[in-house]
């Protein structure tokens, strides 16, 4: 099976699809639905479903089991009434949740979750692997920000999250991985007593009472979640 699909307005397609493919411009804007991989062999919802959960723009798919059809809609997606969701035969809809990984409103900045529990120089391998690096929260608006989004879902909450930042051994200063310095003069970006200066990462971690997200050192053996940034 080579790629499925095609453009919204139905210009690129395979024959095997033609009918379906050309009504798909009733529920996506034009152009705006995201291809499969050339020789993808997806069987199923799930793996329909991974495959929209690796973009960060697409917002959900239709799938149609009998042909083993998937189409992804990115986040121009035009929402429609259940009724019009019959635009592909045979068809269902599945809408992504927004608690998806991905994190929005950083403009240019993507940010995406890992729900992969791994020491920090894991996590920072796993980052870069798709060129991207634990992300560097480098001033006081983007912990804030950042802390508003993880609290807003509460499969965001309660789980600690490595970030970009170590303690350097000898200047016993903690620095990012660019080599600019961590900053430490607002208690702001840091709970309570910390850093000890006794552990060498840097993670967020969950404080209920407040309902914040603020950094804290850590033994970078300790196995935590982590945010990429690309």
């Not at 950094?215 to 053996?221: G, S």
Request: glycine letters at 6%.
């Amino acid at each position: 099976m080579v790629s499925i699909l095609a453009k919204c307005d139905g210009t690129e397609k395979e024959d095997y699809y033609t009918k379906e493919m050309s009504l798909i411009n009733n529920v996506c804007s034009n152009s705006h639905t995201i291809s499969l991989p050339v020789g993808d062999t997806t069987k199923s919802v799930a793996s329909c479903a991974r495959l929209c959960s690796d973009q960060m723009r697409c917002v959900g798919f239709f799938y149609k089991s009998a042909d083993d059809m998937c189409v992804l809609c990115n986040d121009t997606f035009v929402s429609a009434d259940p009724s019009s969701l019959a635009v592909l035969p045979g068809s269902i809809f599945y809408q992504r949740s927004e608690c998806n990984g991905w994190l929005r409103g950083f403009g240019d900045t993507k940010l995406k979750i890992h729900f992969d529990a791994v020491n920090r120089n894991t996590a920072q391998s796993m980052c870069e692997a798709d060129n991207g690096h634990l992300v560097k929260i480098k001033d006081m608006a983007l912990m804030s920000q950042l802390s508003n989004v993880l609290t807003t879902c509460s499969s965001y909450q309660n789980f600690g999250y490595w970030t970009d930042g170590t303690l350097d051994g000898v200047t016993g200063t903690y620095q990012f991985s660019d080599g600019s310095e961590v900053p430490m003069d607002s208690p702001e970006f840091w709970e309570a007593y910390a850093p000890d200066q006794y552990d060498t990462c840097i993670r967020l971690r969950y404080m209920r009472v407040s309902n914040m997200y603020r950094w804290n050192d850590m033994d970078c053996e300790r196995k935590y979640l982590f945010i990429c940034e690309y």
